[in-house]
């Protein structure tokens, strides 16, 4: 009952926090901006209470083998991709298609490290921190000063070494052949999920073997 009560006596403070905001950004006749605010807090409420990590659905799936994280958000890019590819089709939105190489690779290794290091991906580090865990400042400082430098060096980095080659599916093998290469590369890794997910001699049941 106490908790119920603290709860209930700190819903009209939320209220406010989240209401005042959109209210004032529509006074100023900026509805696009309010409903980023509206969208954005609804957003980080499910995230929140989901606790949706990229990061820790690789971590529990291939370390701890429990794969249902890995589950939620391989049927989120399934259902991400499936959804982008159908506004792109049918309404005619193009798309912000990007070079990608060897340096794609590295960097997403690199980025892969960090969020290891962090123990949470860029989403759920914002999260952690709106939380209260001020340990993931240190995260976010370090995906800012990261990003500025890349910034710094993109010039150099375009005219010595080059962005790599833009690659556009549709454009190769239509429209439904580029979402039937997305969804069964999505299933390989859904597949490589559930194997590392039946029960077998993992940390958890070294663990428990080793207290028996």
């Given at each position: 009952m106490p908790g119920k009560l603290s709860r209930g006596r700190g819903l009209p403070a939320v209220a406010f926090v989240a209401g005042a905001p959109a209210l004032l950004l529509l006074g100023l006749g900026l509805r696009v901006a309010?409903?980023?605010?509206?969208?954005?807090?609804?957003?980080?409420?499910?995230?929140?209470?989901?606790?949706?990590?990229?990061?820790?659905?690789?971590?529990d799936a291939f370390l701890w083998r429990m794969p249902s994280l890995a589950r939620a958000v391989l049927v989120l890019l399934g259902a991400a991709l499936v959804g982008?590819?159908?506004?792109?089709?049918?309404?005619?939105?193009?798309?912000?298609?990007?070079?990608?190489?060897?340096?794609?690779?590295?960097?997403?290794?690199v980025f892969g490290l960090g969020m290891g290091m962090a123990g949470a991906c860029a989403?759920?580090?914002?999260?952690?921190?709106?939380?209260?865990?001020?340990?993931?400042?240190?995260?976010?400082?370090?995906?800012?000063?990261?990003?500025?430098?890349?910034?710094?060096?993109?010039?150099?980095?375009?005219?010595?070494?080059?962005?790599?080659?833009?690659v556009?599916?549709?454009?190769?093998?239509?429209?439904?052949?580029?979402?039937?290469?997305?969804?069964?590369?999505?299933?390989?890794l859904a597949a490589a999920v559930e194997l590392r997910g039946r029960p077998g001699r993992g940390p958890l049941e070294r663990l428990g073997a080793g207290g028996e």
């Amino acid at each position: 009952m106490p908790g119920k009560l603290s709860r209930g006596r700190g819903l009209p403070a939320v209220a406010f926090v989240a209401g005042a905001p959109a209210l004032l950004l529509l006074g100023l006749g900026l509805r696009v901006a309010a409903g980023f605010w509206v969208c954005g807090l609804a957003a980080g409420y499910v995230v929140q209470r989901s606790r949706l990590c990229f990061a820790g659905a690789i971590r529990d799936a291939f370390l701890w083998r429990m794969p249902s994280l890995a589950r939620a958000v391989l049927v989120l890019l399934g259902a991400a991709l499936v959804g982008v590819a159908a506004v792109q089709y049918f309404l005619g939105v193009p798309g912000n298609v990007l070079p990608v190489g060897w340096h794609t690779v590295a960097g997403g290794l690199v980025f892969g490290l960090g969020m290891g290091m962090a123990g949470a991906c860029a989403l759920t580090t914002l999260v952690r921190l709106g939380e209260g865990a001020v340990v993931y400042a240190l995260a976010v400082a370090g995906l800012v000063v990261g990003g500025k430098l890349g910034l710094g060096v993109a010039a150099w980095w375009r005219a010595r070494v080059g962005w790599g080659t833009a690659v556009f599916l549709p454009d190769l093998v239509g429209w439904p052949g580029a979402v039937l290469a997305g969804l069964g590369a999505l299933a390989l890794l859904a597949a490589a999920v559930e194997l590392r997910g039946r029960p077998g001699r993992g940390p958890l049941e070294r663990l428990g073997a080793g207290g028996e």
